[in-house]
C-alpha cells in the first residue's frame, strides 16, 4: 500500500505576518534574484513546518496585479513545500516582471531558485 500523500494546505501557521519576521529573514537570512522574484530565507530547526511571506510593492501595478502575484508565488510555495531538503522560512518580493507572468513561468522561476540555492531534495 502507498502511505498517504502529504497534504498540500497553507494553513496559517505557514504564513510570516509580521513586519518583523519578514525584517529578521532579510537581514539575517540568504538571499537570491532569479526571474521575477527575489527570495530571501533562513533555516529553521528541524521538525518544524516551512513558513511562507511575500511581498508585493506597488511597482507591480494596482491591486489586481499585486493580488495575483502573490496568489501566483503563493501557490508555487504550497505546491512544493514538502520538497525543501529542510524546514526553512521564506520572504519572495515579486519583481515587475512579474506582472502578465502565467503560473507555469512564475513556478518555474521559483522552482530554478530553490535548486540554484540547493534548497530542494535531490
Do not use: Y
Not at 497553507?10 to 510570516?16: H, K, M, P
Not at 513558513?51 to 501557490?75: N, W
Amino acid at each position: 500500500m502507498n502511505p498517504a500523500p502529504k497534504r498540500l494546505r497553507l494553513g496559517r501557521a505557514s504564513r510570516l505576518a509580521q513586519s518583523h519576521g519578514f525584517a529578521r529573514i532579510r537581514q539575517t537570512g540568504e538571499r537570491l534574484v532569479l526571474g521575477c522574484l527575489i527570495a530571501n530565507w533562513s533555516k529553521l530547526p528541524e521538525g518544524k513546518t516551512p513558513r511562507l511571506g511575500v511581498v508585493t510593492s506597488k511597482k507591480i501595478g494596482g491591486a489586481v496585479a499585486r493580488s495575483r502575484a502573490r496568489r501566483l508565488l503563493r501557490e508555487s510555495f504550497r505546491r512544493h513545500q514538502h520538497e525543501f531538503a529542510e524546514p526553512l522560512e521564506i520572504v519572495l518580493i515579486a519583481r515587475n516582471s512579474i506582472a502578465g507572468k502565467k503560473f507555469a513561468e512564475v513556478e518555474k522561476d521559483f522552482l530554478a531558485a530553490l535548486k540554484r540555492a540547493r534548497l530542494l531534495k535531490n
